[in-house]
């Protein structure tokens, strides 16, 4: 329920206050399992996106875990969805919870960059979501953020259509690593298909 009301309530703020626009919703699966790859340039993209998918299709985000250590942030975060993960290491914690949380058919969210550009330009993915969309084929719903932030300045979301990567297998860490490059690489190309001449824009 709080959810479905913080939903409908950054909807109304996003489009009253940044003209919030948002494209391909015809490429949205009905349910889960999937997971939505967007770009990232601004704290509050996770609203941004969770909000251009229907309420019914509830997003869990991989936050930073620093985010959860004030109990009051922590409160609202887990009843929005999100879950810790330590960015300094494989945490392979949080990577068991989005295992779990696509096997219940849930909906992750991520970005695959790791942290926000400060320049607007895209970043090179990191490999975690290559890393689980890989290990079980769910599809991946790519979404491009085209800002800027600015009031009264159209505010673009973009849905692509959904797309799978090959079931990750190698035969030695070397080859597990040119496969995720390779594969985190397809992410971020499919990410700059959906924005302004292929590239973002000013994050300010």
Not at 93 to 102: C, D, E, K, T, V
Not at 106 to 121: A, H, I, N, W
Not at 168 to 175: P, S, T
Request: charged share 25%; net charge positive.
């Amino acid at each position: 329920m709080l959810y479905k009301l913080a939903h409908f309530l950054f909807c109304l703020y996003l489009k009253v206050v940044y003209r919030w626009r948002v494209y391909g919703q015809e490429n949205i699966p009905e349910q889960g399992p999937f997971i939505i790859c967007a770009n990232h340039i601004k704290w509050i993209d996770p609203v941004v996106v969770g909000c251009a998918f229907p309420r019914r299709l509830k997003v869990h985000f991989m936050a930073k875990e620093e985010l959860f250590r004030n109990r009051f942030v922590s409160y609202f975060l887990r009843i929005g969805g999100a879950y810790p993960v330590n960015r300094n290491i494989a945490d392979y914690s949080a990577i068991r919870r989005s295992f779990q949380l696509l096997s219940e058919n849930k909906v992750l969210g991520m970005f695959p960059e790791g942290t926000r550009s400060k320049t607007g330009q895209l970043q090179k993915a990191q490999h975690g979501a290559a890393l689980i969309a890989s290990r079980d084929c769910v599809p991946i719903i790519p979404v491009g953020i085209a800002g800027p932030y600015r009031a009264g300045r159209p505010l673009i979301v973009r849905i692509g259509k959904p797309f799978r990567l090959n079931k990750l297998e190698y035969n030695n860490r070397e080859e597990k690593k040119v496969l995720l490059e390779q594969m985190s690489a397809t992410i971020m190309e499919n990410i700059k298909c959906l924005l302004p001449d292929g590239d973002n824009m000013d994050p300010e």
